[in-house]
């Protein structure tokens, strides 16, 4: 089992800056990718960002490209998300995931992949 815990959630406004941090914990040799998902209420949960474990790939969805960076640091089994030039569409709660399947697909966000998910954190941007 792997277990995930989302940090760095809150309030900003229209063009500030968040970072969200999720650490991993137990079984986390098992770990091929790491992710960030968004969700609203009654919404579909959306793909945000992916990194694999060794840090050496990085995807991103288009809505956040150029904005958004997932990052990895080792010696603390944390996946970080920096988002900046934040924007009220960007309120959503943020889920952390962890996959143990390398394809393709999983990297580009398919959350079937993603049997680990930690509790989620709250980010709001008002206008």
């Known amino acids: 089992q792997v277990q995930l815990v989302e940090s760095g959630g809150g309030l900003a406004q229209d063009g500030d800056s968040l970072r969200l941090s999720c650490a991993a914990s137990g079984r986390t040799f098992s770990i091929y990718a790491m992710g960030w998902f968004r969700q609203a209420p009654g919404k579909e949960r959306e793909f945000v960002a992916a990194v694999t474990w060794s840090g050496s790939s990085t995807y991103y969805a288009d809505s956040v490209k150029g904005r958004f960076t997932i990052s990895r640091e080792n010696a603390k089994n944390t996946v970080y998300l920096q988002m900046n030039s934040l924007k009220p569409a960007d309120t959503d709660r943020y889920y952390c995931?962890?996959?143990?399947?390398?394809?393709?697909?999983?990297?580009?966000?398919?959350?079937?992949?993603?049997?680990?998910w930690g509790q989620g954190t709250q980010v709001s941007v008002s206008s």
């Open positions: 995931a962890a996959s143990n399947d390398p394809r393709y697909q999983c990297l580009r966000g398919d959350p079937k992949c993603y049997p680990y």
